[in-house]
Every structure is written in C-alpha cells, then in structure tokens.
C-alpha cells in the first residue's frame, strides 16, 4: 500500500523507492508496530472473507459439479463468482484496512474509522474502488484456482498421492499465486489509489488516468 501510493508525493524524475527503503522508513519513523497497521481490519475481513469464499465456493461447486472435477476454465469461473460474493460483502472494511495501512489517517479503531468516513464522505465512500476490487479479486481468485487445479492434475499420480503432498500442494499454490498476483497487481494498484483518496479518484477512469501519466512523467 505505501509502495503505490508513494508516487503521488514524489516529484518527476526522482529515485525509485523499493520495498527496501519504505520497511526501514516505517519503522524509522513509526517504529517496528508500523509494519503492522491495519492488523486489526485484516482480521476483520480475512477471517469472515475466507469463510465466505469457501463456503460459497463449495456451494456453487455441489451445485454445478456433483458427479466431475471443473475444467481449467470452470474453475476460473468458480473462483472468481466466490471471490466476488467475499469482496462486495467485506469491502467497507478492505477500504478501512488499506487507509489504515497508507499511514495517511490517524484513525484510532476499526469502529471509529468506520464511523469517520460515513459522517465526513457518506457511507458510499466505503465502497469507493469497487469495480478495481473485483477486477482484481475475482480474476486472482480465477487464476489462483485455475493454476493450482492445473498444476496438481499435470503431476504424476505416484508424486500426487505420497508422503510428499503436503509439499506439493505448497509449491503448486506458490506458482499459483505469483502467476495470478501479476495479472492482477494493475487493478490492485488502482483499488489502493481510490480507496486511500476517493477525494480526487472518484471513477477508476480517474485513478487509471493518473497511474499512467505518473508512470510516464517518472
């Protein structure tokens, strides 16, 4: 989150800040508890999103997959319905966790935070960055499901089946993820941008435009 909201500070032609310098940097000035702002609305919406994701996952798999496994593309399908029902339902609270992390508001809980933005910007600026969310959150979920179902099935049956499955289910959800985190990081930057400053990125239209000249002008 500070990694992409860092440019809109910084003046054209200046260095590139890595992840490096923005760890050091928060804890310098925030101390080593800066690196876990926004614990508390992380909780908040894992905990109730990954059950809603699952339970809807599952529900939507026994509906339409009782007798066989999906294909490559209905389990991106699959994916991406769960992870839309989890996003829309845990969004107020995703915008409450991404300000928080952007270090920009000195919102003291999750309550108070939630109670800030509906009487300064209205209880629309909860959902700011919806349709950045789902553009990244339902193709992840797509992707991640698709990759991982793929990758599983393409190993032998002797490696899928030993004493070694706990690993290879590790190593096949670690190809997963990093292969859908790049097709979704650009929407994921989008989603920070709206929902850390609704003010001047009221469109993703808006948020795009920006994120282009910027990368541009830099």
């Not at 500070?9 to 050091?24: E, L, Q, S």
């Not at 179902?149 to 190993?155: G, T």
């Not at 499955?165 to 959800?173: E, I, R, T, Y």
């Not at 997963?176 to 469109?203: C, E, F, N, R, W």
Request: aromatic share 10%; proline share 6%.
């Amino acid at each position: 989150t500070r990694l992409q909201t860092l440019q809109n500070n910084m003046h054209p032609g200046a260095p590139k800040v890595g992840m490096i310098t923005v760890f050091f940097n928060v804890i310098r000035t925030e101390k080593l508890l800066g690196l876990w702002k926004g614990v508390s609305p992380s909780f908040m919406r894992c905990i109730p999103g990954v059950g809603i994701y699952f339970s809807t996952f599952y529900s939507l798999k026994q509906h339409f997959f009782q007798d066989r496994s999906p294909s490559a593309g209905e389990a991106v399908l699959l994916g991406a319905g769960a992870r839309c029902v989890a996003g829309v339902a845990m969004l107020p609270i995703t915008v409450i966790k991404t300000r928080f992390e952007s270090g920009r508001y000195n919102y003291i809980s999750v309550a108070g935070a939630l109670k800030s933005v509906c009487q300064n910007e209205g209880p629309r600026a909860l959902y700011s960055g919806l349709t950045a969310t789902l553009l990244r959150d339902a193709p992840f979920s797509g992707i991640y499901v698709m990759f991982y179902s793929q990758a599983k099935k393409a190993l032998p049956q002797e490696i899928s089946s030993s004493s070694f499955v706990p690993l290879v289910n590790f190593g096949c959800g670690v190809v997963a993820g990093i292969l859908a985190s790049l097709a979704t990081q650009p929407a994921d930057v989008i989603k920070t941008h709206m929902q850390v400053s609704p003010v001047l990125y009221p469109k993703t239209s808006d948020a795009v435009r920006h994120v282009y000249a910027v990368s541009i002008t830099g």
